[in-house]
T-cell receptor, first 114, second 112 residues
């Protein structure tokens, strides 16, 4: 069974803290994604990576960075957390070769910045 | 501009009733369309996938349709159950395998 695992279900952090969200997939997928999900706005792409050490900005990269040192792991970093980054964060992965494509999601991390 | 629009934004129905959710898209070129179910506080899980040549596909009580000419899809839920209460998200893929286009979802509440 395919699995995408996010390190935390719930996180509470203080304004200005550096925050790490970790995501691991066991499907040997090339592509990995970080989204945030807010009510009424749907999923918005923050960053994605199509290979180790490769990253591309998504639609809303400001205030975030990412790291992909190993194929199975994709980390989202909030350099200095702010209250407007309170959100649900979803990690996903997909195979470059699969047809049709499918995004497999982790269980989500509910981040609250106080 | 590649967009996915879903309607209604939210829906309340009584247990046992049927309902239909709508998805319109402008993504081009089109590869496939998936409907995902997202339970509260969880990640989305794929329900059905429709490729260009498919018109209808069923998965238990869920039936998805696709009209590639009008770029419309629907998800019909038959004999709803309390466990169907969730958000349903329409996701369209083009031929760029790095890109998925998401609708903002329909929040379904099934009441006893």
């Amino acid at each position: 069974d395919v699995k995408v695992t996010q390190s935390s279900r719930y996180l509470v952090k203080r304004t200005g803290e550096k925050v790490f969200l970790e995501c691991v997939q066991d499907m040997d997928h090339e592509n990995m994604f970080w989204y945030r999900q807010d009510p009424g706005l749907g999923l918005r792409l923050i960053y994605f990576s199509y290979d180790v050490k490769m990253k591309e900005k998504g639609d809303i990269p400001e205030g975030y960075s990412v790291s992909r040192e190993k194929k199975e792991r994709f980390s989202l970093i909030l350099e200095s957390a702010s209250t407007n980054q309170t959100s649900m964060y979803l990690c996903a992965s997909s195979s470059f070769d699969a047809s049709p494509t499918e995004a497999f999601f982790g269980q989500g991390t509910r981040l609250t910045v106080v | 501009k590649n967009q996915v629009e879903q309607s209604p934004q939210s829906l309340i129905i009584l247990e046992g009733k049927n309902c239909t959710l709508q998805c319109n898209y402008t993504v081009s070129p089109f590869s496939n369309l998936r409907w995902y179910k997202q339970d509260t506080g969880r990640g989305p899980v794929s329900l059905t996938i429709m490729t260009f040549s498919e018109n209808t596909k069923s998965n238990g009580r869920y039936t998805a349709t696709l009209d590639a000419d009008t770029k419309q899809s629907s998800l019909h839920i038959t004999a709803s159950q309390l466990s169907d209460s969730a958000s349903y998200i329409c996701v369209v893929s083009g031929y760029n395998f790095n890109k998925f286009y998401f609708g903002s979802g329909t929040k379904l509440n099934v009441k006893p």
